[in-house]
């Protein structure tokens, strides 16, 4: 009784959170022989695809450039059908794109090195040339040229309305300036969808009398203090030599890795804002950044039951060794986890307090933009709108369902928090340009050190307020 009164009051508390026809709902269907498959109820939530009819490019090859990364490599090619969800999904997105405006898409994937990405795209773009078609470049990258003039202006841009729910709103709202846009989020990059999330050993939740997150996340309780109350003071030495162990000898309430957990401070301060200008405000330094600041370094770093060295997390502790309780790992884990002997469960990453409306995600994966020197900007348009709206179509529930089975199982409550998650990206811009000495990473920054926040701030603030200053002059005065 008490789960089903949770799932109602669900309904009720986080209707909110996912905005109507943004989310591609599931349901099951079955074949004459009785297997299931998932499909996507997009001819009722999504709005139909808006490019004229007839649109026909007479078997042009599209050229994709695009970032290479572990998370990145199988953005835009699948090569056949094979069985996995996710690459026969995205084969069926690209032959529906290819038929309906008769092109052949040619990703070129760059090699893992931001520097010859953009000695690259800007020589194809200086050289005028159409070797290129299409740009998706990680956002350390896609920053720099966007302000250096390299791609072409979205709001020139025919066909994409970023108002559908296969473009993210928040990312062409926040990372433009003036009347200048020049980068978009879309549903045709699959790197898009590996959000942060807390996940937790559900056993453990259980064995040790924890409240249920699940539960906390349905009735609007789950929120940062929630999350620190349940994990600070959690420690148990297991092997019993005194000495706080990472290799899975002990326990801990929480475990993250710094290097991949510095922008959790994105996720409750706002580095900058927008006036009715369009141009930024960096409003990062305030009280409660102080609080937020202090907050998690004592946290993460300070706290018993905290285990945050430097470095990057990965599945390891909650999954082989089962050493933590808690952690924050990106949503594509969910496949590495059903190799391992673990019950766990995934929420979004905790809101401020109660009065935050929405949970929210910080921006990830690869930004789409389109050569400032193309020649046909239609038709690169064309296809990226396709690509997005069945990616929308066919990926998105593919990568929910990917990632929410465990060992064969459904997880309900994931899916409903993994949608959750995905359907609520927001964007900074002062995040996203923040640089890698800037106010974007600050937490990790401040961690690693005992100073205290008023001074560590003067010592920043200079430097970092003139980076966002920069960078947003740089993109007003673009013709």
Request: charged residues 20%.
């Amino acid at each position: 009784m008490k789960r089903i009164l949770c799932l109602l009051l669900s309904l009720l508390l986080l209707i909110p959170l996912v905005s109507c026809g943004d989310g591609a709902t599931q349901e099951t269907s079955a074949d004459d022989a009785g297997n299931t498959e998932t499909v996507a109820e997009t001819e009722e939530t999504m709005p139909a695809l808006q490019l004229p009819e007839g649109l026909d490019y007479e078997g042009y090859t599209v050229h994709i450039y695009t970032f290479d990364h572990s998370a990145y490599r199988i953005e835009h090619i699948a090569e056949e059908l094979n069985g996995d969800v996710l690459n026969d999904a995205i084969f069926n997105r690209n032959l529906d794109v290819s038929d309906l405006l008769n092109v052949e898409l040619s990703p070129v994937v760059n090699t893992w090195d931001n520097n010859d990405f953009r000695t690259n795209v800007m020589a194809a773009v200086m050289a005028g040339s159409d070797d290129y078609d299409i740009f998706t470049g990680n956002m350390y990258n896609s920053t720099y040229l966007a302000a250096e003039g390299y791609f072409y202006n979205v709001n020139n841009v025919p066909y994409i309305t970023t108002d559908n729910p296969w473009w993210n709103k928040s990312c062409f709202d926040e990372l433009s300036i003036g009347k200048n846009a020049y980068m978009l989020m879309g549903d045709m990059c699959l790197s898009n969808y590996n959000l942060e999330a807390v996940f937790f050993n559900r056993d453990m939740i259980e064995d040790y009398g924890m409240e249920d997150p699940y539960t906390l996340a349905y009735e609007n309780e789950w929120i940062i203090d929630k999350l620190i109350s349940m994990t600070q003071d959690f420690y148990i030495d297991r092997n019993g030599n005194g000495i706080r162990d990472e290799d899975g000898s002990d326990l801990y309430g929480f475990h993250g890795k710094l290097q991949s957990i510095y922008n959790l401070s994105n996720y409750y301060v706002d580095i900058t804002t927008k006036n009715a200008d369009n141009y930024i405000d960096v409003t990062f330094h305030s009280e409660k950044t102080e609080t937020v600041f202090n907050k998690l370094r004592t946290w993460m770093v300070e706290s018993e039951g905290s285990y945050c060295p430097m470095g990057w997390t990965g599945a390891g502790p909650l999954a082989e060794e089962q050493s933590c309780v808690f952690t924050i790992l990106t949503l594509n884990q969910c496949a590495a986890l059903r190799d391992f002997d673990v019950r766990y469960g995934v929420v979004p990453i905790p809101k401020y307090d109660q009065l935050q409306e929405n949970y929210i995600a910080t921006a990830a994966g690869l930004l789409v933009t389109f050569p400032a020197s193309i020649s046909n900007i239609e038709r690169s348009a064309a296809v990226a709108d396709a690509l997005s709206y069945y990616g929308r179509k066919y990926v998105y529930p593919a990568y929910v369902e990917n990632s929410i089975l465990t060992k064969g199982t459904r997880d309900e409550d994931a899916q409903f928090m993994i949608e959750t998650i995905l359907d609520n990206v927001k964007y900074n811009f002062g995040a996203a340009f923040g640089g890698f000495q800037g106010y974007g990473y600050a937490l990790l920054e401040y961690c690693k050190g005992n100073q205290g926040f008023g001074s560590f701030y003067a010592a920043m603030s200079t430097a970092s307020d003139k980076e966002l200053y920069d960078y947003a002059d740089k993109i007003k005065a673009l013709q």
